[in-house]
């Protein structure tokens, strides 16, 4: 649907291995991809210091698979995480996920729809032990069609 074709991939260098398509996942890859462009438009963010979650998770290797955000970024020197939540995840993984964020970036950034009070909730307690940003899903999304 949106994914490169096996000789797209080759002639561009990546892995040609079959995709595997989750229905459920795609409004939350969309959603991924406009804030993407957001922060590339609106914080003049370089599409060469982005990293997706799938090349963290590469650069990883074989390990024990971790917590990764949707996407990282570098600027003047710094780490920024961004992670886009959509649904409410168990407390205790949520919780950790934030604090994993904490450890491992200098600065995160939760996208988060307008309705999910609890998402906010959760986020916004947190935020007294783990400096974070919440930025409404409903911002990007207008931000993105108007450019």
Known sequence: MYFLTYAGKKLMG?????????????????????????FVHKHNIALKDIQSEKELHQNDGFSNRKHRPDFIYTKESKKYCVEIELTLKAKA??????????????????IIPNSKVKIRQVLEDQSVKFPLEIIELQEVTEYVKSI
């Open 14 to 38: 990546y892995s040609v291995k079959q995709e595997k398509i989750k229905l459920e996942q795609i409004i939350h890859d969309i959603h991924v991809l406009d804030t993407v462009i957001y």
């Open 93 to 110: 993984r949520f919780e950790k996920n934030i604090k994993d964020n904490f450890m491992n970036y200098d600065y995160q950034t939760w």
